[in-house]
């Protein structure tokens, strides 16, 4: 089975300090993809980034970062000098090729920047 | 850029009544879903898609639920009939591939039955 856990619900920052927003994964499969999806006040589904479980390489687009170690089943998502724009509630995402490429999501972090 | 669409926006329906819920998928997309979010809770997975059939379905997709593409173009979720805890977003997804595409969200439709 596979399970996405994001523990922390809700986290606070002041406008232009850096966050770092936790996900582990379960999953028996050897091929999986990761995903984060933000999603603002307005309500839809906002897609970030995805990973394949073959390529642990870090990532950067401007202010955000992905950190991706296999060896802790974690992809963690950071954001650089986060701004109020930032506020939403952010999920991480896990589908398995054994499946019909359905996500399983976890419970979502809760983001507010504070300016 | 191309996007998936959803209508309507918002649907209110007394208990019992059947809801029809429309997504027009991107166009060249083969693979479609339905999630549901009751609010403040997780995203959850209800069905997917493909080829003109349903190809998985979670433990919430019961005999109320089913899916249907009637053209080439919407993909409809009809629940038939409601209940209080059928209340949530329902968001429909479309992905051109398997597994290593990003799937592509509607705006979501929110259900409210009272």
């Known amino acids: 089975a596979q399970k996405v856990t994001q523990a922390q619900t809700e986290i606070s920052v002041v406008e232009k300090e850096d966050v770092t927003l936790d996900c582990v994964y379960e999953?028996?499969?050897?091929?999986?993809?990761l995903f984060w999806y933000k999603q603002p006040p307005s309500g839809e589904l906002v897609f970030l980034i995805r990973?394949?479980?073959?390529?642990?390489q870090n990532e950067i687009s401007g202010r955000y970062s992905w950190n991706f170690q296999k060896s802790t089943s974690s992809f963690n998502f950071t954001i650089t000098a986060s701004q109020v724009v930032d506020s939403a509630v952010y999920f991480c995402?896990?589908?398995?090729?054994?499946?019909?490429?359905?996500?399983?999501f976890g419970t979502g972090t809760r983001l507010t920047v504070i300016p | 850029e191309p996007e998936v669409t959803q209508t309507p926006s918002h649907q209110v329906t007394q208990m019992g009544q059947e809801v029809i819920l429309r997504c027009v998928p991107i166009?060249?997309?083969?693979?479609f879903y339905w999630y549901r979010q009751i609010l403040g809770q997780k995203v959850e997975f209800l069905v997917s898609?493909?080829?003109?059939?349903?190809?998985?379905k979670s433990e919430i997709f019961d005999d109320q639920f089913s899916v249907e593409r009637p053209d080439g173009s919407n993909f409809t979720l009809k629940i038939r009939s409601t209940k209080l805890e059928d209340s949530a977003m329902y968001f429909c997804?479309?992905?051109?591939?398997?597994?290593?595409?990003?799937?592509?969200f509607g705006p979501g439709t929110r259900l409210t039955v009272t």
């Open positions: 990973r394949n479980s073959f390529d642990e």
């Open positions: 995402a896990l589908s398995v090729r054994t499946g019909a490429n359905n996500l399983f």
């Open positions: 999953t028996r499969d050897t091929t999986y993809y």
């Open positions: 898609f493909y080829n003109n059939e349903i190809s998985e």
């Open positions: 166009s060249n997309h083969l693979y």
């Open positions: 997804a479309s992905t051109p591939g398997p597994l290593s595409y990003e799937q592509y």
